[in-house]
């Protein structure tokens, strides 16, 4: 294959309403506010997208626009298949910023897939005889509104649950999974996150609390800094702990395996800054004999789709959280991941990511053109 050369990228903040709003421990977001990065060369393009969290990962909307400005600037006339070497220029020239980073790497992986006519999945080396369920999240709200969510999200026949957490006293929070397990029963298994809310002692009343109520496991229990106490909810909770915001890329997933302060590792493109540093991640894991599950932001069908190639690379990737798009009030892309009706999320043959922003959406938004 002659060389990839960069030519031009295009960056493109959008926004989409979501249907309601969505409320974890740091606040509720009304709108999914993403950015696009589009990479062209030798006729093909590459897409890819993030969602940045202020109260996550530091970065908005405005600020990934102009880091993705800078960004764009090193890698016009660059050779797109060098993805390591051009991730790794990426990563001196600018500190943090993972989520800007993963719509750059993104949009280089699906330009590198369709030039040699791969599905991304393949282009990674997996394969497609991999199950993969999407969960359905209940925001964080009063606990009968959240049972009456619930109730509906089982109607609707999801396969499992993840419930959004992390009030004060421990009591509340108890009194909602309750709530649920009697609007649902205790069939269908139920995952957890707390999104840093709780300190130790709140954390590990409400593990014990609810031990008996199926509970898969409990993301981000405490503050991600607090590694001291993630080792003794490790230690001590009856329910795994899923480091979450406490691993954003490999370096972190190699401290908090070596410390003991995780069972499981929850992978989202957005945190560790795109596909590359991901795969390191799920390696690290690997040879830990630790499971990881794979997250999202409020990423579009677009970026879902990404993250299910990836997950279909890794044996030990056993838990999905795909829901972000069901839970936008329009959906601007073509072709991708398909949700069936049992909720099985399935990605075909088509080179790349195989989806792509529908241009008119894209013309509703100003465009930044880097040559």
């Known amino acids: 294959m002659s060389k990839l050369k960069i030519e031009k990228i295009e960056i493109i903040p959008i926004q989409i309403e979501l249907n309601e709003p969505f409320v974890i421990s740091k606040g509720p977001l009304t709108h999914a506010r993403n950015t696009v990065v589009i990479i062209y060369a030798n006729g093909l393009y590459g897409t890819g997208e993030c969602c940045p969290y202020r109260t996550i990962h530091g970065e908005t909307q405005k600020g990934t626009v102009a880091a993705g400005k800078d960004l764009a600037e090193l890698l016009i006339g660059e050779d797109a298949r060098e993805i390591h070497r051009l991730v790794s220029k990426l990563d001196r020239a600018l500190a943090g910023n993972a989520s800007i980073k993963a719509a750059f790497d993104m949009a280089l992986y699906d330009l590198n897939a369709k030039a040699v006519d791969l599905p991304l999945f393949r282009y990674l080396?997996?394969?497609?005889?991999?199950?993969?369920?999407?969960?359905?999240?209940?925001?964080?709200?009063?606990?009968?509104?959240?049972?009456?969510?619930?109730?509906?999200?089982?109607?609707?026949?999801?396969?499992?649950?993840?419930?959004?957490?992390?009030?004060?006293?421990?009591?509340?929070?108890?009194?909602?999974?309750?709530?649920?397990?009697?609007?649902?029963?205790?069939?269908?298994?139920?995952?957890?996150?707390?999104?840093?809310?709780?300190?130790?002692?709140?954390?590990?009343?409400?593990?014990?609390?609810?031990?008996?109520?199926?509970?898969?496991?409990?993301?981000?229990?405490?503050?991600?800094?607090?590694?001291?106490?993630?080792?003794?909810?490790?230690?001590?909770?009856?329910?795994?702990?899923?480091?979450?915001?406490?691993?954003?890329?490999?370096?972190?997933?190699?401290?908090?395996?070596?410390?003991?302060?995780?069972?499981?590792?929850?992978?989202?493109?957005?945190?560790?800054?795109?596909?590359?540093?991901?795969?390191?991640?799920?390696?690290?894991?690997?040879?830990?004999?630790?499971?990881?599950?794979?997250?999202?932001?409020?990423?579009?069908?677009?970026?879902?789709?990404?993250?299910?190639?990836?997950?279909?690379?890794w044996d030990n990737i056993i838990y999905y959280d795909l829901d972000s798009p069901l839970m936008q009030s329009e959906d601007p892309i073509e072709g991708g991941m398909v949700y069936h009706k049992d909720w099985q999320v399935t990605v075909d043959e088509t080179p790349g990511i195989g989806a792509s922003f529908d241009l008119k959406f894209l013309k509703k938004f100003e465009k930044l053109t880097i040559k």
């Not at 609007?183 to 609390?209: C, F, H, K, S, T």
């Not at 691993?247 to 908090?256: Q, W, Y």
């Open 125 to 313: 080396q997996g394969s497609d005889d991999k199950k993969i369920y999407t969960d359905m999240t209940v925001s964080l709200l009063e606990k009968g509104k959240m049972a009456e969510k619930a109730a509906k999200y089982a109607a609707d026949g999801f396969p499992v649950l993840k419930v959004k957490l992390g009030d004060r006293p421990a009591a509340n929070d108890i009194e909602r999974i309750a709530g649920i397990r009697v609007a649902i029963g205790q069939e269908i298994p139920l995952r957890i996150d707390a999104n840093q809310g709780w300190n130790y002692l709140e954390a590990i009343r409400v593990l014990r609390g609810i031990e008996d109520m199926n509970i898969e496991h409990c993301e981000a229990p405490v503050p991600a800094g607090n590694i001291k106490d993630r080792r003794r909810l490790v230690k001590e909770s009856p329910i795994p702990i899923m480091a979450d915001e406490a691993v954003f890329n490999h370096h972190d997933a190699f401290l908090n395996l070596t410390e003991n302060a995780a069972d499981l590792i929850n992978i989202k493109l957005g945190k560790a800054g795109g596909i590359l540093h991901s795969m390191k991640i799920a390696a690290i894991a690997q040879s830990a004999g630790v499971y990881c599950q794979v997250g999202s932001f409020s990423e579009t069908r677009l970026g879902i789709s990404a993250l299910t190639h990836f997950a279909m690379v």
